[in-house]
């Protein structure tokens, strides 16, 4: 598991702050993925929090079999970049209303102070750990075997993957490892 996504230290008050957080925006999530529409199965299911942070409920965005299978095949050695580019998705479930409940706002803040200087990315640590929690249950959306729930990083590339690596449960991440979807940028 990548280092900037491992557990810090946390005081009492900030790690259920982060437990507050991820159950918030668990809940926020899955009742935006239920006003998904869907023709196919999802394969990938992408949250991203954009230039806001968690100030704001994150798009999620969608991909069928098809469009992953689409983005891979654009480049024969990096088409795991392209699989994880969640702009490139073709459904995009945009949250109405765009802000979260003053509890998980409070919790975030909260969050937010103890990791800023503590982690890279407060967003991305925090995104993942929600992705990891989505992975864990029954989604309201139809899911290929290989479907995974995950924080996209814009920056992608090995970030990209680490983020991967937390969230999808270990025999999912297997599978896409397998078909060429999961790979590190070469040295």
């Not at 982060?18 to 999802?42: H, N």
């Not at 991305?124 to 290989?146: E, F, I, K, S």
């Not at 680490?162 to 599978?175: K, S």
């Amino acid at each position: 598991m990548a280092q900037q996504y491992a557990d810090v230290p946390l005081s009492g008050q900030a790690h259920d702050a982060v437990r507050t957080l991820v159950d918030g925006y668990v809940e926020i999530l899955v009742a935006l993925l239920r006003t998904a529409e869907q023709d196919a199965p999802f394969a990938a299911v992408g949250l991203d929090a954009g230039q806001e942070g968690l100030d704001v409920v994150p798009n999620i965005a969608l991909a069928t079999e098809a469009d992953l299978e689409a983005l891979f095949a654009q480049d024969p050695t990096l088409g795991w970049f392209y699989v994880w580019n969640a702009w490139e998705y073709s459904d995009v479930v945009e949250p109405s209303p765009g802000t979260p409940p003053p509890a998980v706002i409070d919790a975030w803040r909260i969050v937010q102070a103890e990791l800023d200087g503590n982690v890279v990315d407060p967003v991305l640590w925090t995104l993942v750990r929600v992705a990891h929690a989505l992975n864990r249950q029954t989604l309201p959306v139809a899911l290929t075997a290989d479907a995974t729930v995950f924080a996209f990083d814009e920056g992608g590339g090995d970030s990209q993957v680490d983020a991967l690596e937390f969230g999808t449960p270990a025999d999912v991440l297997d599978r896409l490892r397998r078909r060429g979807y999961v790979a590190r940028e070469a040295a």
